[in-house]
């Protein structure tokens, strides 16, 4: 029998105590852990800092391995608040909305906007640091900014964050330059989510849908949360058609599905493609984001030797 931690979770403030009550050898502490939502969240930036401190606490108590099954457990999410772990050499070593981050270089993970957040963050001492960036918020599956406090401790890395409201007026937007087309098509897809937060959807949809919006090579589509088309504007036949049935070119590919496996935090791919402003078909890179159930998308084309062919008419 043994002895059990109490990790009190509150505004500032996250402590240690020992009750006595017995369980088993074989229970974890873990379970002891105050829910979090005892604490109130008036001031996010103290809780932040509270919950990480409280899985600090943890692992000193019960070491990396318990600390990092406890935090990896979708079930220990409380809305926006979860938190992620690194070890030493920056390797992810929890992370419960993200399993496919464990294992890798926290280092390399790049941000929304294809900079490497997670090299930022990384970047936190025993002091602590605050990092600003746009991410996801779980509770409202839509786009936000986030602040994360990071902190490390024995060399992991603890860190945990609060999301505020992003929707900014896409008047007010300033795009990459076309010279660097990854991150042009970034801003332009983001551009379109914030006209999407600011206008709604259907005027977001009329705008993309215009013809005239089309900026070269770069335009957006979109589709709704069940990848039904709701702006294509150069292929206006497909509006009301679902994405997920969209093949490559050879008619052997599900390129809608692949497109339309896109998360909040976006990917790329790649296929061949009708180029609106050359009129070939050419090696286009697409990258697609969900934000609030819907997925917005837009990419650029790198024509190479072999890739570019005449659009059949």
């Keep these: ?47 932040a ?11 000193k108590a019960e070491g990396a391995e318990t600390t990092a099954t406890y935090y990896n457990d979708p079930a220990n999410i409380e809305g926006q608040w979860y938190v992620f772990i690194t070890d030493a050499n920056n390797t992810y070593l929890a ?23 997670g090299a930022e963050i990384a970047m936190a001492t025993t002091e602590g640091r ?49 010279d660097d087309p990854v991150a042009f098509t970034h801003d332009f897809v983001l551009a379109a989510i914030a006209r999407y937060e600011f206008e709604g959807l259907e005027a977001a949809a009329a705008y993309y849908n215009d013809p005239m919006n089309i900026d070269g090579q770069w335009y957006v589509f979109i589709t709704d949360a069940n990848d039904m088309f709701v702006a294509h504007a150069p292929r206006p036949d497909l509006v009301g058609t679902d994405l997920k049935n969209v093949l490559g070119l050879d008619g052997s590919r599900m390129l809608g599905a692949e497109i339309a496996e896109a998360t909040g935090t976006g990917h790329w791919i790649e296929y061949l493609g009708p180029n609106p402003e050359s009129g070939m078909n050419e090696m286009k890179r697409t990258w ?22 005449p659009v059949a008419n």
């Design 130 to 178: 605050w990092t600003e960036y746009l991410w996801p918020n779980p509770e409202t599956n839509k786009l936000a900014q986030k602040r994360t406090w990071s902190i490390r401790q024995d060399g992991y890395l603890f860190a945990s964050g609060y999301y505020e409201p992003w929707g900014p007026d896409p008047a007010t937007l300033t795009l990459a330059s076309k």
């Design 95 to 117: 992370h419960p909305l993200a399993p496919g981050f464990i294992g890798r270089d926290i280092t390399k993970i790049p941000g929304i906007d294809g900079s490497y957040i």
């Design 1 to 47: 029998m043994k002895n059990f931690l109490l990790i009190l979770l509150m505004i500032g403030l996250a402590t240690v105590s020992i009750t006595g009550c017995e369980r088993a050898m074989t229970e974890p502490m873990m379970d002891a852990v105050t829910p979090p939502e005892m604490m109130p969240t008036d001031d996010p930036e103290a809780f």
């Design 288 to 309: 697609a984001i969900r934000h609030d159930g819907y997925l917005f998308a837009s990419g650029y084309y790198k024509p190479m030797a072999g890739d570019s062919v």
């Design 49 to 59: 800092v509270a919950f990480v401190q409280a899985a600090v606490d943890l692992y």
